[in-house]
T-cell receptor, first 111, second 114 residues
Framework: EDQVTQSPEALRLQEGESSSLNCSYTVSGLRGLFWYRQDPGKGPEFLFTLYSAGEEKEKERLKATLTKKESFLHITAPKPEDSATYLCAVRMDTGRRALTFGSGTRLQVQP | DTGVSQDPRHKITKRGQNVTFRCDPISEHNRLYWYRQTLGQGPEFLTYFQNEAQLEKSRLLSDRFSAERPKGSFSTLEIQRTEQGDSAMYLC????????????FGEGSRLTVL
């Protein structure tokens, strides 16, 4: 069964302390890997799509990278406003349109 | 605001009652999805529409759940004879056929079953 595993479950950083979140997947035929940000009580907000190993995308302090088995979301010099849950999702090469999500990493950035 | 709109945002009901949620997708999006999310978990897929056709249904969508998308515009998700285990956030998302596959989510409808 296709699975998406995110680690760590929770991460607490000091403002300015860079780190990385991991998303590993076991799917047959990846058609896309998606990163979302979710604030408490809100719907997920789209961040990035990655399609092939070696691909990188950047947005402000965030950079997403993709290998054949995992993706990383690198956060450089985070600020308190980066505190949120970061979700990873995949679409498989099975004709299904829906995304399969991981459980997320809850990030807290302290000033 | 041209994003995905969901109504109501919050619903408290008693066990055994029926509830209905509405989703208005982004206007040019022909694909619409329903997900369910419980505390500390990622969204779980429930069902998918392309225009008015319901093309995918999860095993999570028991016979108490029904979704419709008449005329391929807004969608409704109805839960009959609610149970306490139905308490969750119900998320709607839409996507464009011209897009890269990303889903755009609404703010969700939070259901509490007492």
């Amino acid at each position: 069964e296709d699975q998406v595993t995110q680690s760590p479950e929770a991460l607490r950083l000091q403002e300015g302390e860079s780190s990385s979140l991991n998303c590993s997947y076991t799917v047959s035929g990846l058609r896309g890997l998606f990163w979302y940000r979710q604030d408490p009580g809100k719907g997920p907000e789209f961040l990035f799509t990655l399609y092939s190993a070696g691909e990188e995308k950047e947005k402000e302090r965030l950079k997403a990278t993709l290998t054949k088995k995992e993706s990383f979301l690198h956060i450089t010099a985070p600020k308190p406003e980066d505190s949120a849950t970061y979700l990873c999702a995949v679409r498989m090469d099975t004709g299904r349109r829906a995304l399969t999500f991981g459980s997320g990493t809850r990030l807290q950035v302290q000033p | 605001d041209t994003g995905v709109s969901q109504d109501p945002r919050h619903k408290i009901t008693k066990r055994g009652q029926n509830v209905t949620f509405r989703c208005d997708p982004i206007s040019e999006h022909n694909r619409l999805y329903w997900y369910r999310q419980t505390l500390g978990q990622g969204p779980e897929f429930l069902t998918y529409f392309q225009n008015e056709a319901q093309l995918e249904k999860s095993r999570l969508l028991s016979d108490r759940f029904s979704a419709e998308r008449p005329k391929g515009s807004f969608s409704t998700l109805e839960i009959q004879r609610t149970e306490q285990g139905d308490s969750a956030m119900y998320l709607c998302a839409s996507s464009s056929p011209q897009g890269s596959g990303e889903l755009f989510f609404g703010e969700g409808s939070r259901l509490t079953v007492l």
